[in-house]
């Protein structure tokens, strides 16, 4: 075989988020088979989604990846749609066309592909490469192993966050009506000592920041035993010293509220994680009849309580950031909706804002459909004026709480340019999005001190701030600093220090500035 494409159109999945900056296990095991079967690296070429929208090689093997069965907004990449991957199948010449991931256990299967999905994609490439074997734990082992390199060749590299799985398939007996857990059921269960090898590996190819993100719940992870949890994350904390992001993705609110040992757990997350890290909760609804036509197996009053101890053990500061928070998702055009759904919505968060909880995310969305699921139609209107008294009453100040005014970000990715901004965002799991004034390198890490909030981003300056070589664009984004203002600033500077601006411009413009002014 002369050539294999890899072309990774991003996954969604409540379970796993492989969109760029992070990359999916998914696809590291494919690269890993391939390897495992006998095709050499230089064999294999790697590319994304949206580098495959500028120019998709032609291979004798063309491996696509895809499937987004969660609504999401993406700032670091745009997964393949079902048209883009259709179009792909009807025009791409190579002989040999797969279709892999979420999009294929959704039911969706476009003309052109053979199509695999779960455990039956590494089994498919290796009975391709004449190398027939069960599945196992083992043969994961193993391809993961291999698979590891493969984050050298992503375009953030080695700005990349790694999806790190512990386990597949959601462990209810029986699932929420709308989840495409659903469709596959409970798989397999990744020994600790698996993970920490497969770190090791990572960590030798230039992996540093990681994200336990790849399972349903990561507290019911080997049954939730302590001293497991403990042993990987003291595991990885030990194969990778020099990690920049150790975070989590899912964690169940139940299990919190009905395990007595729940804190001790998160205990041991707190002590081993990075700052800023998220437990984010699948609520759903805060009406009751939703839950119950949906099978949602958590209560609005369970998942408060979740909330309350989370705060408790997580919510304390390091290096400027809370531990751990959790997070809530919301989500509509679910069976048993009503227009009282929202009201409800809302009148919880209120009621944990009144309490003093803190909520690092709130994500409102609306249920994306799969075999069969019927969505309820809801009124548009009542949506985004609901949205808006969200954006209004709890997410801004709730962002101004998390990260208050003069807090420093070591490190913040620029993405994207848009007008007289540049966006960007610290690693990790569902980072904040920042905006900077003016033009910045892309995907050139610089510090960002916080001057602003909005309702779902915030406004950084880059730290050190130096009055005397800050941009009008910097200068305008500062609390109280008009086009006048700004003029005036870079007309009578340079200035000595503090004092020399007392002597320079009006008080009250001092006043504004001397915390946000770090050096001159």
Known sequence: ???????????????????????????????????????????????????????????????????????????????????EMQEIAKENPSPEKWLLGPVVE???????????????????????????????????????????????????????????????????????????????KFRYVRPVEDILEEVENLVLCGARYFRLGCQPDLLSYEDGKKNTLERLYSGIREKAPELKVLHLDNVEPGTIFRRPDAEDLLKVITKYNTPGDIASFGLESADINVIKANNIGVTPGQCKKAVEIVNRIGGFREEGLPKLLPGLNFLHGLQGESEKTMELNLAYLRELVEEGFLLRRINIRQVITHRGYEKKKISKGLFEKYKETINQEINRPM?????????????????????DLTF???????????????????????????????????????????????????????????????ASLILQRPFLDINDMKNSVEKDLVEILKDLIDCF
């Open 1 to 83: 075989m002369e050539k294999v494409i890899i072309l990774d159109g991003y996954i969604d999945e409540p379970s796993c988020l492989g969109v760029s900056p992070y990359i999916s296990p998914h696809v590291r095991y494919i690269y890993g088979a391939l390897l495992l079967g006998g095709i050499k690296p230089e064999k294999v070429e790697y590319l994304t989604a949206d580098q495959a929208r500028e120019n998709l090689p032609v291979g004798d093997w063309l491996i696509v990846l895809g499937g987004t069965t969660v609504p999401g907004r993406y700032l670091g990449g745009r997964p393949l749609s079902l048209k």
């Open 106 to 184: 959704a039911g969706l299967k476009p003309q052109g592909y053979n199509f695999y999905a779960g455990e039956e994609m590494v089994k498919a490439v290796l009975a391709k490469l004449k190398k027939t074997v069960d599945f196992s734990t083992d043969l994961l082992k193993k391809v993961a192993g291999l698979g590891a390199g493969l984050i050298r060749n992503h375009p953030r590299f080695p700005f990349v966050v790694v999806e790190l799985e512990t386990y597949r398939g959601c462990l209810r007996p029986s699932h929420c009506l709308f989840c495409s857990e659903a469709f596959r």
């Open 399 to 419: 962002l101004q709480k998390v990260f208050p005014r003069g807090m420093i970000f070591p490190e913040v990715i620029p993405e994207k340019m848009e007008g």
């Open 424 to 486: 960007g965002r610290p690693l990790g799991t569902y980072p904040v999005r920042i905006g900077i004034p003016g033009s910045r390198d892309l995907f050139k890490p610089i510090k960002v001190k916080i001057i602003d909030h909005g309702f779902r981003s915030i406004t950084g300056i880059q730290y050190p701030f130096n009055i005397n070589q800050a941009t009008r664009e910097e200068l305008l984004a500062l609390p109280g600093i008009g086009k006048k203002r700004a």
